[in-house]
Structures are given as C-alpha cells and as structure tokens.
C-alpha cells in the first residue's frame, strides 16, 4: 500500500509494509511527535524499495551506524554501548548524544536537524556481527529528546532483522518516568 507523507514543504510516496512480516525485513518507522527537531512532527518509513541503505559498525562491536537515503534527505542513526563494552540485546536507558557519551549513546538525525544535546533511550532486540566483524542483523527501537524538550523521535529500525514488530516499542509509548530522592 502506498501512503503520502510530508516533511515540511516537500513530499514523496512512502511503501509500508505489512506490520506482521514474517521473513528478514530491512524498514526503519518513525514516529516524530509535533515539536521534535528532527523528525519535524512527521511519521516516515523507509525501505530498500524508497531509500538506500548503508550500514556500518565499530571494530570492537560498541558502535552501530545506520545511514538511509531517500530523494529528500539523509537520514543517520547511532548506537554505542558504554565504553569498553559490545552492543547487545538489551536495554539502554539514560541515552546521550553519541559523539558526546561515555555511557549509552544514540544519535539520530536527519539532513542538517540534529540535537547538540539529547535524552533518550534505546532497546537493542537482535544484533549479529559476522567473523569479519560487519553487522549481519540488527533491530533497535528508539526515543530521543532533542535538547532534552518534552517532544520525542520514537523509531523502530530493523536491518535483515525478523525481531519485533515494525512500531516502536510495540506501541508502549511514550513512557514517563518520576525519579524522586529521598530526603536527606
């Protein structure tokens, strides 16, 4: 099925898949809310059918790079463990803004919209590298926080990946968090 979405002053068709495949797929979805930076508020899926895809990691499996192409911008999206440690599946809370991090890092961005600083979180639900250390599989989602705003970014990205369904954190968003310190 073909849907119309809009980014700003531009527009472009979109494929969307079926959101209960099956075999390996390689689709990114997301989910900007009104007010995010880098999203601009729209909803956008891509796939190799509407954008090029490249794919790198770091040699020690700590970082994953994901960039797509499609005829209006550049997208670019970033995962990286705490120093010293491989990504795995798993959860990665307390997120910051990748080039900048010594813990959890993520960072997505989109042609020139990026965040100097970010929140966010990610989940990782598969990820293979193969013995030549190029990333075989990898499915993620994600919520960013440009400038640690209220609006997010909620993505779902999933590379040769058959592992979670193709919307963010199974439609469980946004998730709100209260931490309060006990008093001294």
Request: glycine share 10%; net charge negative.
């Amino acid at each position: 099925e073909t849907s119309v979405h809009v980014n700003g002053p531009k527009t472009c068709s979109v494929l969307f898949l079926p959101l209960n495949a099956a075999s390996p797929r390689t689709v990114a979805y997301l989910d900007s809310q009104s007010g995010d930076y880098v999203g601009g508020g729209a909803k956008n899926a891509f796939n190799p059918a509407n954008s090029r895809w490249t794919v790198s990691s770091g040699s020690n499996g700590n970082r994953v790079t994901i960039t797509l192409e499609d005829a209006l911008e550049l997208w670019r999206f970033e995962f990286t463990a705490p120093q010293g440690q491989p990504l795995a599946i798993g959860s990665y809370s307390d997120a910051r803004r990748y080039s900048f991090a010594q813990s959890n890092g993520l960072s997505v961005s989109a042609g020139a919209r990026s965040c100097s600083k970010l929140t966010g979180r990610f989940d990782i639900l598969d990820i293979v590298f193969g013995g030549d250390g190029k990333l075989q599989r990898f499915a993620a989602d994600f919520e960013q926080h440009c400038e640690d705003a209220v609006p997010a970014l909620f993505g779902a990205i999933r590379y040769n990946s058959e592992a979670g369904g193709l919307v963010p954190f199974e439609g469980s968003y946004p998730l709100y968090r209260l931490s309060v310190a006990a008093p001294a």
